[in-house]
């Protein structure tokens, strides 16, 4: 029976994946099909969509709409400009400045917006046809744009880390906020490092150097952008406010900020209230599908049984780290983050507690291998939104995108395998 409820949970996942249905539909419609195994139909039926409506109904998933909306207001608030000319200021003159300004701001605005894509499409069509001017090749900027967009989505705010602690059981949103900072900006630095090297030996051209007040009227005018970061994470870790009242002040000062910046305006504001809307119940409707999929998998003892299994295959730390990091890596590719962080944290977290891996650390390690996954081809989203804004094809972006893959890759093997990493800094704040 357990084995037969893992059978048709997979195989009608991926069957109506692979015919168009959309993922949040497969995941509810594959988990009612399991169901039906154990349950009348009426019962599975009622139990499905009561399980949909409960995983919703979580005062912690309020912020995730709340910081959609602030990540709307910062992209159309002037903020990506801003960001990369401080950017520009401080390493323009460095092998491959462009490319590594792009990496900077990519991070720095895909934190502050909280969305991977919105950082992907603001700097793939600000600097893309700068970069293109310059020289660099269309298909190298677009790589470079695609891999650093994603480590928005390590370093906080991240809904991503709001949706796991959620899925884990209540790890602390504060602590993973944290640990974030540290391997994401060391993912970002093998970043550099790669695009450094690739444009040093392409012979790419070097900027200008920027006069200190250059560097200081540049700082002046994003700091108030920069701000942000430091009152959401102040406010949390000083408890201040939660996780959730953060996202409701970020929207009050974006909109302020925005307002100040004189690049929103009030006729602006219904389409950005709507793109937000669209988005977070595009991103509440897939948490809500997931949700009923965990307690299928709960039920039927799905987790319980892999995580014995993988236990049963090797006791090794080491081993089962590096199983479960492929695995993920493979997940990443075919499945978007949300449902990915909901289903697989149940399974997997109860194995790497009892290898001794503190839950915060294996936090980051999801979502950093799930951030991979997102620039990976075939179906990576970032991936698309990064070629589409290039306009260039996958299949030429392969090749300088390879060696800023194998450096994430690097960076998560880090991260992995060296716990203080991630964990310094959360302890130096009492978690």
């Given amino acids: 029976m357990e084995a037969l409820t893992i059978f048709i949970l997979a195989v009608s996942f991926f069957l ?95 934190a502050i917006a909280g ?11 600000i ?70 090297i690739w444009a040093k030996n392409k012979g790419y051209p070097i900027s200008g150097r920027s006069s200190i007040r250059e560097v200081f009227s540049s700082f002046i005018s994003a700091f108030p952008s920069l701000l942000l970061l430091f009152i959401i994470i102040g406010g949390i870790v000083a408890g201040f406010f939660t996780a959730t009242e953060a996202s409701a002040i970020a929207v009050l000062y974006t909109l302020i900020l925005g307002f100040l910046y004189k690049e929103i305006k009030f006729k602006d504001l219904s389409k950005i209230f709507l793109d937000s809307s669209k988005t977070s119940a595009i991103v509440l409707l897939l948490i809500a599908c997931s949700m009923s999929m965990s307690w299928v998998m709960s039920y039927e003892n799905i987790p319980q049984n892999l995580s014995d299994f993988l236990i049963g295959i090797s006791e090794n730390k080491i081993v089962i780290l590096l199983m479960i990091n492929l695995i993920l890596l493979f997940v990443g590719i075919f499945m978007d983050m949300t449902p990915a962080v909901l289903i697989f944290t149940p399974i997997f977290l109860p194995v790497v507690k009892s290898i001794g ?73 009492g978690f």
């Fill in 16 to 110: 109506l994946i692979g015919v168009g249905m959309p993922v949040a539909w497969s995941i509810a419609i594959s988990s009612l099909l399991t169901l039906l195994i154990s349950l009348p139909s009426l019962a599975a039926l009622t139990t499905i969509a009561q399980r949909m409506g409960t995983g919703l109904d979580s005062f912690t998933l309020l912020a995730i709409p709340f910081f959609i909306l602030s990540g709307q207001l910062m992209t159309h608030g002037g903020i990506a400009q801003r960001l990369i000319r401080f950017a520009k200021s401080l390493i323009g003159t460095l092998p491959g400045g462009l490319a590594l300004i792009n990496i900077i701001s990519a991070m720095m605005m895909g």
């Fill in 115 to 125: 969305s991977a894509m919105a950082s992907a499409s603001a700097m793939g069509g």
């Fill in 127 to 196: 600097l893309g046809p700068e970069m293109e001017k310059e020289g660099y090749d269309k298909e190298y900027g677009a790589a470079v744009n695609i891999t650093s967009s994603t480590m928005g989505l390590v370093i906080p705010p991240s809904n991503v880390l709001i949706v796991y602690s959620l899925a884990s059981g209540g790890v602390s949103i504060a602590a993973l906020f944290l640990a974030g900072y540290i391997p994401g900006i060391l993912t970002c630095l093998f970043l550099m490092l790669v695009a450094s």
């Fill in 357 to 429: 891996i503190d839950p915060i650390q294996f936090g980051i390690i999801m979502v950093l291998n799930l951030c991979i996954g997102l620039c990976t081809p075939p179906v990576g989203s970032v991936l698309f939104v990064g070629v589409g804004i290039a306009k260039t094809s996958i299949e030429k972006v392969i090749k300088p995108l390879f060696p800023l893959f194998i450096a994430m890759i690097f960076a998560l093997g880090l991260i992995t395998y060296f716990p203080q990493i991630t964990l310094w800094l959360p302890g130096k704040f």
